[in-house]
């Protein structure tokens, strides 16, 4: 398929009807996510570039990101492990480990894979022709159902991995209230 194929060009600013929708809807994500997630999961970074949005909560190389894919219209909800490829497979190996929960929360659409770059991340996609008040509500509370399932289990693998890493005799208690969304 050639770049200049009506599918191809569908998903250029100027061409796609809903281009505004989208990029705006990325604007007001932070404002919608909000209110629907635990108070202690309100204070987050968030990014726009383009046609992709990234929040996360310390280290912005391990972000949860709504990204518009132009050519498939299809808008991708996921974590996103940024780091370096030995740190990418410890968090890859620790949610591989939980896929079954992970699935039974989220359902089948939830994939985990590994990406360029030898990063990886845990991730779905829908479908976004049209990007409307409804769809933008659906995707919005979806995305929250999602941070509040995976970025716990984030912190218990990075608590993991800091575990992992201390001699035993130096080990120390995590002062980390555990919580549970679901």
Known sequence: MSWTSPRNRAGFPGRDPYWRDRHQFLRDLPDRLRPLLPSE????????RG???????????????????????????GLHFEKSAPENDALFAAFDRRIVE????LGESIELERWEKGWARIYETWPCDKVDGAFQERMSDRFARIISILQPMLEDALDGAVVEATPRASRRPSHRSGHRVG
Do not use: N, V
């Open 41 to 48: 999961m309100r204070d987050f970074t968030y990014r726009q």
């Open 51 to 77: 046609g992709l949005g990234q929040l996360s909560f310390q280290d912005p190389a391990l972000h949860f990101e709504a990204w518009f894919h132009w050519r498939t219209t299809r808008l991708e909800l």
């Open 102 to 105: 992970i699935k039974c929360e």
